[in-house]
């Protein structure tokens, strides 16, 4: 065990296992431990290095930053955040952004702003209908959200609000909607319970039943948008425009930020109702500006598009030369590969050996989500690994 692990062990508390690898340095689609090894990093942060490790127009931009201003009280205007909002304004459905520092804490301050709008338009309706197999974050709230037993086992009793219902089945929402229901909150495509990809008209079956009662349709793209499945956000693709909308991981590249996006009709806070010290800081809203600019200009989407075709197309002539592989799903850049046994941890390891950091998204099934940069040739790189690790795991 090196000196940092011994020193983690000592002082951290243990909420994740860990991978034997001290990282010390990226640039682009690579880190670097801190024995000089390269690995091609196709888990990008969890989804989140959307430009890749230390991109110049991030670098800079945050170099810029930190050297002009870097944090005021949200009691005064600052231009990054109001740049950044401008250019999520403009380029999506929606009409209004609050800016605030994680995944969760966007789902949090959504449903909050449901809630009001429940106060003002629905008769104090306050539930809010989720579905199983989701994740929302790990804050109270979203664990309640979030429709995994898993997480939410060891924080019984949760705070209430949410019923979590299955996935791909508009009957169970409809059946689950009561009088105190003010919103649906979904993900497009679920990322960490699954890779798991909607039927074709789920999303707008949702829709039209939110406009059938009144109720609001949360999309969560904190995992799914800034480009990762193919259009600048996935609600794109299945021609719906959501009410509410939540960013997070990728939209600064690697800064922490989250962002919360309503329409007008929905947009309902006034002074006081709520808040965020650090949400729309100026250094992680000048890489959140650089990181969509650089996306929208450079159809980083339409890459993610292309390069994503190409890696599920390599991940399904995998799973024809390796009979283990039960089925490859994704979209863009967010792809999974299930097997029909738990070899999931192996072949991280054995992929980790030969260079490629790998997701392990449940014991049989391994998630890939590099950043949106990157080419075929990194794709071609990371098949072979994982062609070779399938080998010597099933050896
Ligand atoms: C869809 C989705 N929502 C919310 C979250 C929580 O984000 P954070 O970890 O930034 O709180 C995640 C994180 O994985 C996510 O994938």
């Not at 605030?100 to 809010?128: D, I, P, W």
């Not at 429709?147 to 019923?163: D, E, T």
């Not at 024809?320 to 046994?341: M, N, W, Y």
Request: with cysteine.
């Amino acid at each position: 065990m090196s000196r940092w692990q011994g020193l983690e062990q000592e002082y951290f508390m243990r909420t994740v296992e860990r991978l034997p690898l001290i990282l010390v340095r990226g640039k682009g689609a690579r880190v670097w431990d801190e024995d000089g090894r390269e690995y091609l990093d196709f888990i990008a942060g969890w989804a989140v290095n959307s430009l890749g490790h230390c991109h110049p127009a991030i670098v800079g931009a945050v170099t810029e930053q930190v050297r002009t201003l870097i944090q005021v009280s949200n009691q005064f205007y600052t231009i990054p955040q109001v740049q950044l909002a401008e250019l999520l304004v403009q380029n999506s459905c929606l009409d209004k952004v609050f800016l605030c520092n994680s995944g969760a804490e966007a789902n949090e301050g959504a449903v909050k702003l449901a809630r009001r709008y429940g106060k003002h338009h629905l008769n104090g309706a306050f539930e809010v209908i989720t579905t199983t197999g989701s994740f929302h974050g790990r804050t109270l709230g979203m664990v309640a959200a979030t429709g995994q037993p898993k997480f939410q086992q060891p924080y019984i009793p949760l705070p209430a609000g949410f019923v979590n219902v299955e996935y791909n089945n508009i009957e169970v929402i409809k059946a689950a909607t009561r009088p105190q229901t003010c919103a649906v909150m979904l993900e497009p495509v679920q990322g960490e319970g699954g890779v798991n990809l909607p039927d074709d008209n789920y999303l707008a079956q949702v829709r039209a039943w939110c406009d059938e009662t009144g109720i609001l349709l949360i999309l969560d793209e904190i995992q799914t948008g800034i480009g990762r499945i193919g259009t600048l956000f996935a609600y794109e693709q299945y021609g719906v425009e959501p009410d509410i909308m939540t960013l997070a991981k990728g939209l600064a590249s690697g800064l922490p930020i989250g962002a919360i996006m309503a329409k007008d009709g929905a947009s309902v806070f006034t002074p006081g109702e709520h808040g965020s010290t650090f949400g729309g800081n100026p250094v992680t809203c000048a890489a959140g500006y650089a990181t969509v600019k650089f996306v929208i200009d450079n159809d980083i989407p339409g890459n993610a598009r292309r390069v994503g075709e190409y890696l599920m197309a390599g991940l399904k002539d995998l799973s024809q030369k390796h009979p283990v592989v039960t089925d490859v799903r994704g979209r863009g850049l967010l792809a999974a590969i299930e097997f029909s046994c738990d070899i999931a941890k192996s072949l991280v390891m054995a992929c980790l050996e030969r260079g490629l950091l790998v997701n392990q998204l449940k014991p049989n099934a391994l998630r890939f989500m590099p950043p949106l940069t990157i080419g075929n040739k990194e794709v071609d790189e990371a098949l072979g690994i994982l062609d070779k690790a399938l080998k010597s795991s099933l050896r």
